[in-house]
C-alpha cells in the first residue's frame, strides 16, 4: 500500500501539470487557473490519504483512485478551468486520460507490477515518460493542437464521443490487464497492439479534426466567393444604369421642357416622381456602412422578392468592426438563408425582418421571419429535418467565438433568432 500511495503521489502531481497545461482556452488567468488545478491535486491527495486509512485491498485502492482521479479532474477542467464549448472539453479530457491510460498500462506490462503499485523503477518510468510527452507536446503539438481546437467548427459531438469510447475502452484493457495473472508473452503481445490501435484512432480523430477545419475554411472561401460575384454583379448593374441614365437624360429633359411651356406644373410633378421611383429601382438601397454587409443584404432582398418574400432591413453598423468582415457575412448569410427557408414552407403571407446595430462594445442583431408550425427544439436549438443545419452550428460557433449569445424561439408562425456578439478587436488577435 505504501507503494502504490507514492505512485498515486507521483501521479496527481502530474495531472496538476498536465491540467494546467492542458488548458487551451482558460476561464480564468494563468495564476487562477494554476491554483485551482493545484488545490484539486491537494484535495484529490488528501481523499486518496483517507482511503488508504480505511485499509480497503490493493486493487480495490487502485481501482477507486483510478476512477475518483478521472471525475475529479475532469469535472473540475470541465466546470472551473475551460471555457471551451464542453464537448471540445471532453474530447480535450478524455485524450488525455487515453495517453494517461496508456503510460499506466505500459509501465505495468513493461514491470510486470499490478494496481500500479511498485518501487523506484515504477516511479522513474512515470516521470520519464510524462516528461517526456509533456516535452513532445509543448514542443511540437499545442500550437497546431490550440489552431485546431479554436478552428473546429463541425464533429465536435462525434470526436468527443469517439475519443470518450477510446478511454472507456483502455480502462477495461487496464482492468483486464491487471486481474490477469499469467502475463506471458502473448498477453503482452495482445495488449501492447490494443493500445496501439487506440494510439491509432486518436491519430485519426485528429487528421479528422484537420480535415473539418479544411471543409470549413472551403465553405468560408465559397461564401466570399458567392458574396465577390454579387458585388461584381451590382457593380455592373451600377455602371449600366448610370449610362442608361446618360444616354434618356437628354430625353426627359425634352419631356419636361415641353410641359414647362405648356405651363402644365401638375404633370411635371408627376413626371419627376415617376422618373424618381424608377431610378430608385436601378440601384441597390444603402442599408450599413459597411460594405460588405449591404451587398449580402441587397442580394438577399432580391433573392426574397424573387419568391414573393416581403423583406425589410434595418442594419446601423460603422464601417470598421471589432467583429471581422468574415464572420459578419457568414452570420447574416447563414441566418437569412434559414429565414428565406423557413418562409419557402409557408402558403400564407410571408415576411422576413432584420435589424442589427452596434451599441458600445456589442453588436445586436435580430432576425423575424414567417415559419411553418413545425420546429423543433432541443435545448433551445432549432432542430433541422430536410438539411444538415450547418447553418446554425455556424452561428452557434461565430457566437462562442465573440462570447456573445444567441436564443431562438418560435411562436405564432414567427420564427424569431436574436444574436449578442461582443464587439472586441482582441479576439481576432
Given at each position: 500500500m505504501y507503494e502504490a500511495f507514492i505512485t498515486n503521489i507521483v501521479n496527481n502531481i502530474f495531472h496538476v501539470i498536465w491540467f494546467y497545461n492542458l488548458v487551451l482556452e482558460p476561464k480564468h488567468h494563468k495564476r487562477k487557473t494554476l491554483f485551482i488545478t493545484v488545490l484539486t491535486g491537494i484535495v484529490m491527495q488528501l481523499i486518496i490519504l483517507i482511503s488508504a486509512q480505511l485499509g480497503l485491498p490493493k486493487r480495490i485502492f487502485f481501482v477507486s483512485a483510478y476512477l475518483l482521479t478521472a471525475i475529479v479532474f475532469g469535472s473540475v477542467f470541465l466546470f472551473l478551468l475551460s471555457a471551451s464549448n464542453p464537448l471540445k472539453a471532453v474530447f480535450l479530457i478524455s485524450s488525455y486520460y487515453c495517453l494517461w491510460t496508456f503510460i499506466y498500462g505500459l509501465i505495468s506490462l513493461a514491470t510486470h507490477t499490478v494496481a500500479g503499485a511498485g518501487g523506484f523503477a515504477v516511479w522513474g518510468l512515470r516521470i520519464g515518460l510524462n516528461f517526456l510527452f509533456l516535452f513532445l507536446y509543448r514542443r511540437f503539438f499545442k500550437q497546431t493542437l490550440?489552431?485546431?481546437?479554436?478552428?473546429?467548427?463541425?464533429?465536435?459531438?462525434?470526436?468527443?464521443?469517439?475519443s470518450s469510447l477510446t478511454f472507456v475502452m483502455m480502462t477495461i484493457l487496464l482492468f483486464y490487464n491487471e486481474y490477469h495473472k499469467d502475463k506471458?508473452?502473448?498477453?503482452?503481445?495482445?495488449m501492447?497492439?490494443?493500445?496501439?490501435?487506440m494510439l491509432i484512432v486518436h491519430m485519426l480523430l485528429f487528421y479528422f479534426m484537420a480535415q473539418a477545419n479544411h471543409a470549413h475554411q472551403l465553405r468560408l472561401m465559397q461564401m466570399h466567393e458567392q458574396l465577390l460575384k454579387a458585388q461584381m454583379e451590382a457593380y455592373e448593374k451600377i455602371e449600366r444604369n448610370a449610362?442608361?441614365?446618360r444616354h434618356d437624360f437628354r430625353h426627359h429633359n425634352m419631356v419636361v421642357m415641353e410641359l414647362a411651356e405648356r405651363q402644365d406644373y401638375k404633370n411635371i410633378l408627376q413626371y419627376l416622381a415617376e422618373y424618381e421611383r424608377i431610378e430608385d429601382e436601378k440601384f441597390d438601397r444603402k442599408f450599413s456602412k459597411n460594405y460588405a454587409v449591404n451587398s449580402l443584404i441587397s442580394a438577399y432582398m432580391r433573392k426574397a422578392q424573387q419568391r414573393g418574400i416581403a423583406m425589410s432591413a434595418e442594419i446601423r453598423l460603422d464601417k470598421t468592426l471589432g467583429v471581422s468582415d468574415v464572420d459578419l457575412v457568414s452570420i447574416f448569410?447563414?441566418?437569412?438563408?434559414?429565414a428565406v427557408n423557413g418562409c419557402a414552407r409557408v402558403t400564407t403571407a410571408r415576411r422576413i425582418g432584420?435589424?442589427?446595430?452596434q451599441k458600445n462594445a456589442m453588436i445586436l442583431l435580430k432576425c423575424e421571419n414567417s415559419c411553418a408550425d413545425d420546429i423543433h427544439f432541443c435545448n433551445g436549438i432549432p432542430q433541422s429535418?430536410?438539411?444538415?443545419?450547418?447553418g446554425v452550428e455556424s452561428i452557434l460557433n461565430?457566437?462562442?467565438?465573440?462570447?456573445?449569445?444567441?436564443?431562438?424561439?418560435?411562436?405564432?408562425?414567427?420564427?424569431?433568432?436574436?444574436?449578442?456578439l461582443r464587439n472586441c478587436s482582441h479576439f481576432e488577435n
Open positions: 490550440l489552431r485546431l481546437y479554436r478552428q473546429m467548427q463541425s464533429g465536435c459531438g462525434m470526436t468527443a464521443c469517439i506471458n508473452a502473448a498477453h503482452i503481445f495482445i501492447t497492439l490494443c493500445y496501439l490501435f449610362r442608361q441614365t448569410s447563414n441566418i437569412l438563408e434559414n432584420i435589424v442589427a446595430q429535418k430536410d438539411h444538415e443545419g450547418i461565430i457566437v462562442e467565438k465573440y462570447s456573445g449569445d444567441v436564443h431562438f424561439t418560435a411562436e405564432n408562425g414567427i420564427f424569431c433568432c436574436s444574436v449578442l
